[in-house]
């Protein structure tokens, strides 16, 4: 089983992760806490950490056929959720959901991007009463699933199944100025890299992806921090029933 993490996008983007495939051994002068341990024991140890967290903070710096995608997202199981994500050339949108409602805020450009189609007095008036204000919808409405993808936590947490049997270990390294044990592997031209935390809990701190079709970086933080997602204030609130 492989831990090489896949990003898909449509109009957003959604997180898969699959599994890593090289074989290691340890240095006979490592040291630290993943000491004596095989690459695979730590790739399981930073999976089933991970996967065992109640919210975490993901960031996504991702180039796709359609653009580079950028996004920022705070989750928790609880179902709170605050994030950003922006597009190349289509704009950025903010996203905060809590319990059942989401609240989704497009910039001007995304506006535009979202009606390519439609006659310029429609696009002009719906940028008018639109752009910079937030929408509110329900969070089974299936027209906001795109744009919070990110906040389903538990979703996400299942794809960080501890099943892999074969990692290799390159030596330590740091994720945001904090100790790390990389971990590698070749997919084709496509090389991933893994970042292991060496201190505390062995969180999955990095995962990078260079020489494929869709290069990216992906942080993880903040595990286990709450989530803070508050209701924007009324009126900034747009009424589309109105």
């Known amino acids: 089983m492989r831990l090489v993490t896949r990003i898909s996008v449509n109009t957003l983007c959604a997180l898969t992760l699959v599994g890593l495939a090289a074989c290691g051994t340890d240095s006979p002068k490592e040291a630290g806490p993943f000491a004596g341990q095989s690459g695979p024991e730590v790739a399981n140890k930073a999976l089933t950490a991970t996967n065992g967290v109640k919210s975490l903070r993901i960031g996504l710096d991702m180039t796709t056929p359609d653009g580079r995608v950028k996004a ?10 605050t994030g950003t994500m ?6 950025a949108m903010e996203v905060v959901k809590t319990g059942g409602t989401v609240y989704t805020k497009f ?28 929408m509110e919808s329900k969070a089974s409405d299936p027209d906001t699933a795109e744009a919070t993808e990110f906040c389903d ?18 030596g330590p390294s740091k994720v945001a100025g904090k100790p790390a044990l990389r971990l590698t592997e070749k997919d084709g031209k496509e090389t991933f890299t893994f970042d292991v935390a060496a201190e505390g809990s062995p969180y999955l701190l990095r995962v990078t992806s260079r020489g494929g079709k869709e ?9 286990d921090v709450p989530v803070v997602a508050e209701k924007p204030a ?6 589309l029933e109105q």
């Open 215 to 223: 290069p990216m970086t992906m942080n993880l933080s903040d595990f």
């Open 72 to 81: 920022d997202f705070a989750s928790s199981l609880g179902g709170d959720c």
């Open 86 to 91: 922006a597009l190349d050339g289509q704009g």
């Open 234 to 239: 009324a009126k900034d609130i747009v009424d």
């Open 107 to 134: 910039d001007e450009a995304m506006v535009r991007s979202e009606m390519t189609d439609e006659p310029k007095a429609e696009v002009d008036a719906a940028v008018e009463m639109l752009a910079g204000k937030w």
């Open 153 to 170: 936590l538990k979703a996400l947490l299942e794809e960080f199944e501890a099943n892999d049997n074969a990692a290799e270990k390159k």
